[in-house]
């Protein structure tokens, strides 16, 4: 498996990166992992001392007061793409893991670019870092960059998932999906966690894009409990959580057609990795 690392600027973007490189080789030790950062940023250092090869991609910020500065930003945000582009190229990785960082949109971007000219129609990202119950719109913004930057490499229609993992709080979540509607997403998963399902109808009510959850949860009675709560569109029990293919057939027999609700029902399995069947519910 070839993987490919970006994120930079600071500890707080670098440092996730090596953890998650660092466990994919402990894991996968004939997995192949290089990183893409800038050459000004603290993972120009923390990089090469973690063993992994670079590239480099320069693209920085623009500056809010009026400056020269900001000529050369606009350069790197037209050359930065041209650049991630070669280096997906070169790399050919399987998989590209972004943690943040204006370095990880030109990548993330060109990376989602090369699957939609293979024939991908759709794609599905990592939302977030958590969040706390309250906290500051630079993480919201960084989310927006990331997300905006699929949207115009592949264009209006190309399908975008976005899984928040559970990171987020009730309060930031209902912004983060309210400020997400003008990419058009597929749908948001897992805007909180499931035990936390009773606000699933209130974020519902807060955008317009659908909300798919259903992987943590483990018997029947916890699907009951989440179709009655209401809030949910895409339902998605994992089949090594909710009792195997058996018991997932009674929970979409019983409790989506009694229900009377009209759903999406996505049937998973993460033995070795997920492999996701697609069935839909019309009752």
């Known amino acids: 498996m070839r993987v490919l690392m970006t994120g930079g600027g600071t500890g707080g973007h670098v440092n996730p990166a090596l953890a998650i490189a660092n466990t994919i080789k402990q894991n996968d030790s004939t997995a192949e ?3 893409v950062g800038t ?28 400056s020269l500065a900001n000529l050369k930003t606009a350069y790197l945000t037209l050359t930065s793409p041209i650049k991630a582009k070669k280096i997906i190229r070169e790399f050919k990785p399987d998989l590209v893991v972004g943690t943040g960082g204006y370095v990880s949109w030109p990548v993330l971007s060109a990376a989602a ?23 500051t719109y630079d993480k919201i913004d960084a989310v927006l960059e990331r ?28 912004v983060l999906a309210k400020k997400l509607e003008e990419f058009d997403p597929m749908f948001i998963e897992e805007p909180v966690l499931c ?52 018991e997932v057939k009674k929970i979409a027999a019983k ?7 009209h759903l999406i029902f996505v049937v998973q399995v993460s033995i070795i990795h997920q492999i996701a069947q697609f069935v839909q519910i019309d009752p």
């Open 33 to 35: 992992i290089a990183y």
């Open 39 to 66: 050459k000004h940023g603290i993972e120009s250092k923390l990089v090469p001392a973690a063993g992994y090869p670079m590239y480099f991609v320069e693209i920085r910020g623009i500056r809010r007061s009026l």
């Open 113 to 135: 670019k090369a699957k939609m000219d293979e024939g991908f129609t759709a794609i599905k990202m990592n939302a977030t870092e958590e969040l706390q119950m309250i906290d």
């Open 147 to 174: 997300v905006a930057a699929i949207r115009e490499a592949c264009g209006k229609y190309f399908g975008i998932a976005i899984d928040f993992h559970g990171r987020v709080h009730k309060p930031m979540a209902k």
């Open 195 to 246: 035990e936390n399902m009773e606000v699933f109808g209130e974020i519902a009510a807060a955008c317009n894009i659908p909300i798919a959850t259903g992987e943590r949860l483990f018997t029947k009675y916890d699907f009951k409990r989440l179709l009655e709560v209401g809030g949910v569109d895409i339902i998605q029990p994992d089949l090594s959580h909710a009792g195997g293919v058996t």
């Open 255 to 261: 409790h989506v057609g009694h229900l009377g609700r």
